[in-house]
């Protein structure tokens, strides 16, 4: 499927969908992340993830739809594993795209993220190890101010090897 998703989303979808995710979440992901794997951040918005990633020690590929690389109709080179905070507005279609890539990946989605038949059957079919923050994140919006988010996120991976998964039935 090819899909532009910046034609996809009316203008005030994209600010909606401007969530940065704040360093700290980055921390429960690591453990589980080689230190030889080249990750990419499909989904930057202004780059927290790429920086605390690099900081972090690992090498990154940061791209994101606004600088022409959409994620739902191109891959990065040379990437082992993916790792994103995506527009939720989107997260049926990146839940999609990173099973049908078939590489590591972790996506920061909320729990609801678990509901619906659509999720649940990719989820069934490949599998899915959610690893689930101790608090809310507070995340950095466009206007600079700092957003409490209602919902509690979670760290949705797969063929990272976790060793803990959820059963559906």
């Not at 939720?88 to 989605?109: H, M, W």
């Amino acid at each position: 499927m090819i899909y532009n998703v910046v034609d996809m989303l009316p203008k005030r979808r994209i600010y909606s969908d401007d969530f940065q995710t704040p360093d700290w979440v980055i921390d429960y992901l690591i453990p589980y992340l080689r230190r030889e794997w080249v990750i990419w951040e499909c989904a930057m918005g202004k780059g927290n993830l790429v920086r605390v990633l690099e900081r972090k020690g690992f090498k990154v590929i940061g791209t994101d739809v606004r600088e022409g690389y959409n994620f739902l109709e191109w891959e990065a080179e040379g990437y082992d594993c993916i790792v994103t905070n995506p527009p939720y507005s989107l997260k049926d279609e990146f839940l999609e795209r990173c099973y049908e890539l078939r590489k590591p990946f972790a996506l920061l989605l909320p729990l609801t993220a678990l509901e619906t038949r659509r999720r649940q059957r990719l989820f069934k079919e490949y599998g899915v190890e959610v690893i689930v923050l101790p608090r809310r994140v507070n995340f950095k919006v466009p206007s600079g101010k700092g957003s409490r988010c209602w919902f509690p996120v979670g760290w949705f991976t797969n063929y990272l090897g976790i060793g803990r998964q959820l059963v559906f039935v």
